[in-house]
């Protein structure tokens, strides 16, 4: 079970927009739609932001988008703001044995 | 409101057993699989464990494989989370989650935290 990976830190100015990989293996991200993106806050718990690769649940601003090309999958920020600074997880399942896997987190700093 | 309220951390020495409990509402807790992730102090999300909703299907991270055990009390719209052998490395900061139906993480609970220290 080895841990997604994911570059850690990004930056960005207001308004830009930045882009967040998560690469796998064939046996999770290659092999399943089943990638999510998580923000967290300090001190907070972690929000879903994005599942099943690239759709956003209610409520989460369309600034945030995902895809998936092979085994990586990449989260999408545009139209950086202040409140966008945090860490972002991705997740994939891993198949019945493994279940899921986390990335080691990036952390987003809007300059 | 949609809330998972998570309780029974503490400190506790390397080698003793400790219980956690997620208390679950608003929502139909019987629909949905339910999962464990942990949080070191410092670290990143790791998954620790995750339970069907009837049970049926339980998976376990590598790391707490034979230690730790996953259930449920649907009458009692509960999750739990049995954790024996600890190891300083156990130490962490414990999420209960709520699977969605597309089976993402869409719930979280705000924590409990587990101290493994002589």
């Known amino acids: 079970q080895s841990a997604l990976t994911q570059p850690a830190s990004v930056s960005g100015s207001p308004g830009q927009s930045i882009t967040i990989s998560c690469t796998g293996t064939?046996?999770?991200?290659?092999?399943?739609?089943?990638v999510s993106w998580y923000q967290q806050h300090p001190g907070k718990a972690p929000k879903l932001m994005i599942y099943?690769?690239?759709k956003r649940p209610s409520g989460v601003s369309n600034r945030f988008s995902g895809s998936k090309s092979g085994n990586t999958a990449s989260l999408t920020i545009s139209g950086l703001q202040a409140e966008d600074e945090a860490d972002y997880y991705c997740?994939?399942?891993?198949?019945?044995?493994?279940?899921?896997?986390f990335g080691g987190g990036t952390k987003l700093t809007v300059l | 409101e949609v809330q998972l309220v998570e309780s029974g951390g503490g400190l506790v020495q390397p080698g003793r057993s400790l219980r956690l409990s997620c208390a679950a509402s608003?929502?139909?807790?019987?629909?949905?699989?339910m999962h464990w992730v942990r949080q070191a102090p410092g670290k990143g999300l790791e998954w620790v464990s995750g339970?069907?909703?009837?049970?049926?299907?339980?998976g376990y991270a590598d790391s707490v494989k034979g230690r730790f055990t996953i259930s449920r009390d649907n009458a009692k719209n509960s999750l739990y989370l049995q954790m024996n052998s600890l190891r300083a490395e156990d130490m962490a900061l414990y999420y209960c989650?709520?699977?969605?139906?597309?089976?993402?993480?869409?719930?979280w609970g705000q924590g409990t935290m587990v101290t493994v220290s002589s």
């Open positions: 989650a709520k699977a969605s139906i597309a089976n993402a993480f869409d719930i």
């Open positions: 608003g929502f139909t807790f019987d629909d949905y699989a």
């Open positions: 339970i069907s909703w009837n049970s049926g299907s339980i």
């Open positions: 064939s046996s999770d991200v290659g092999s399943y739609n089943l």
């Open positions: 099943e690769g690239s």
């Open positions: 997740c994939s399942y891993a198949g019945s044995s493994t279940s899921w896997v």
